[in-house]
């Protein structure tokens, strides 16, 4: 089984919005990967068009067994919904994902914490420094492989988190 990973970013200070993801074979190794600059906007489209080019990538690579993870719980629940959502503003990009994951066939969308979608987010938050559009990668970047392998090994990394 392949393993998508993607997340989206939006710059607070300019509004600008990516997204990223890397594909990975049964053995964690790096298959393929994505960023795309999407200018401006907000983080939920940012999410979701993070979901559409990486199962369009893994459409694309012929991939048909796939679990997708992604740190975005909003996005994983408007997946599951799809069928209620005609009204959302972002219904038809919601619907354009549901058919790429109906065509891919054996397709799982999963909910993680953020600590276990490193690569992805390295990925979105360099996509800020690509031109508009979208740039897919067939090999991994070199300052992503020690996050690759912490993903692979399952490296547990400290969450700050609010108590109050």
């Not at 607070?12 to 594909?23: D, L, M, T």
């Not at 397709?107 to 031109?131: F, G, I, T």
């Not at 979208?134 to 993903?151: G, I, N, Q, R, Y």
Request: charged share 20%; hydrophobic share 45%.
């Amino acid at each position: 089984m392949h393993k998508l990973n993607v997340d989206g970013s939006r710059r607070a200070a300019s509004g600008c919005i990516g997204a990223g993801g890397v594909i990975r074979g049964a053995d964690g190794d790096w298959i393929c990967g994505f960023a795309v600059n999407l200018g401006k906007g907000q983080i939920l489209e940012a999410e979701l068009w993070g979901l559409y080019f990486g199962l369009q990538l893994a459409w694309d690579k012929g991939i048909t067994n796939l679990l997708i993870e992604m740190d975005a719980a909003v996005v994983v629940s408007l997946v599951q919904q799809a069928d209620t959502l005609s009204c959302h503003p972002l219904a038809a990009l919601i619907q354009s994902c549901c058919a790429l994951m109906r065509r891919i066939g054996n397709c799982h969308l999963d909910h993680v914490y953020r600590e276990m979608n490193v690569v992805a987010d390295c990925m979105a938050n360099w996509s800020s420094n690509l031109d508009l559009g979208v740039c897919f990668l067939d090999e991994a970047p070199a300052w992503v492989s020690s996050f690759l392998e912490d993903d692979f090994l399952g490296v547990v990394r400290p969450r700050l988190v609010c108590n109050s």
